[in-house]
């Protein structure tokens, strides 16, 4: 196992990513954030708190739970998936979706959320970001924000751990 980030550099790279999302983004745009569960959501939550700062206004966030719209289900020995809660309390017609996940790899994840999302309603746009981009796409799927991109050998696993979940934080190579 091998450190990729630790909690400082975490923070740094959403910090980094806040400020990304504010440049491009006119601060009267109504704005959501989209977390993916479980990893995704978490990160939403702490990028809202870091927007909210930046303009001093309350920015919407939503989790959207992805499992009945995933491709590999039957791949990955699922029987009975264990389903969770959407919990998207705001109209996503008409406003600027910034979906938000812990790793982007093949990009199956996001077309899962993707579908998901537009199964809700019809967002003017949607757009992506992510804590740490290692490439391997099989789906044309690129982020708009990301923290970090790195390389990793096709045989190893890029995890993200999180206090919040995992009682500890840090990036991993597995």
Do not use: C
Request: proline letters at 3%; charged letters at 30%.
């Amino acid at each position: 196992m091998q450190v990729i980030l630790d909690s400082k550099q975490i923070a740094a790279l959403l910090e980094k990513i806040a400020a990304e999302i504010t440049a491009a983004t006119p601060s009267d745009e109504p704005l959501a954030l989209v977390g993916i569960r479980s990893r995704g959501e978490i990160l939403a939550q702490r990028l809202q708190k870091l927007l909210e700062d930046k303009w001093s206004r309350q920015v919407d966030r939503g989790t959207l739970d992805i499992t009945l719209y995933r491709d590999d289900l039957s791949q990955m020995g699922y029987q009975q998936p264990t389903v969770r809660s959407t919990e998207i309390d705001f109209d996503v017609d008409d406003r600027l979706i910034i979906l938000i996940d812990d790793v982007l790899n093949t990009g199956r994840s996001v077309r899962s959320a993707l579908d998901a999302l537009i199964d809700l309603g019809r967002p003017r746009i949607i757009q992506l970001a992510i804590l740490i981009d290692r490439g391997s796409r099989e789906l044309p799927i690129g982020a708009d924000y990301v923290g970090k991109t790195i390389e990793a050998p096709s045989d190893k696993r890029v995890q993200v751990y999180l206090h919040e979940e995992d009682g500890r934080e840090e990036v991993v190579l597995e």
